[in-house]
């Protein structure tokens, strides 16, 4: 059974920086998306950004300029970079995959994605 293991969440102060890893159970599999997703309580869970396996990506307009999502080849993990953080961006956060094709405008579409791991909460204070 395919896992994914999100790892890096934390508290922080609003401004700071935070960076967060997702790994596969079994690091030969190779997808052809993957995301980021939050949820907040109380909250529908809602994009962050999203990758292809050629490197093309998209961000939610909250985060632009602020994170950056990125995958290792050789680890084959996937990465949110998160700066400039805001109270605003506690949540915890959903890494999520899929193989197949991958139309890149689908990369932030929620029920696209088959695989996603357990969470790993940011909490950010003002």
């Known amino acids: 059974q395919v896992q994914l293991v999100e790892s890096g969440g934390d508290s922080v102060q609003a401004g700071g920086s935070l960076s967060l890893s997702c790994a596969n159970s079994?690091?030969?599999l190779r997808w052809a998306c993957r995301a980021w997703f939050r949820q907040a309580p109380g909250k529908e869970r809602?994009?962050?950004?999203?990758?292809?396996?050629?490197?093309?990506?998209a961000y939610a307009e909250s985060v632009k300029g602020r994170f950056t999502i990125s995958q290792d080849a050789a680890e084959n993990t996937l990465k949110l970079q998160m700066d400039s953080v805001k109270p605003e961006d506690t949540a915890m956060y959903f890494c999520?995959?899929?193989?197949?094709?991958?139309?890149?405008?689908?990369?932030?579409?929620?029920?696209?994605?088959?695989?996603w791991g357990q969470g790993t909460q940011v909490t950010v204070s003002s």
């Open positions: 809602e994009a962050v950004a999203g990758i292809t396996s050629s490197g093309r990506t």
């Open positions: 079994d690091p030969r």
């Open positions: 999520a995959a899929r193989g197949g094709y991958c139309a890149p405008d689908t990369l932030l579409t929620h029920d696209r994605y088959a695989f």
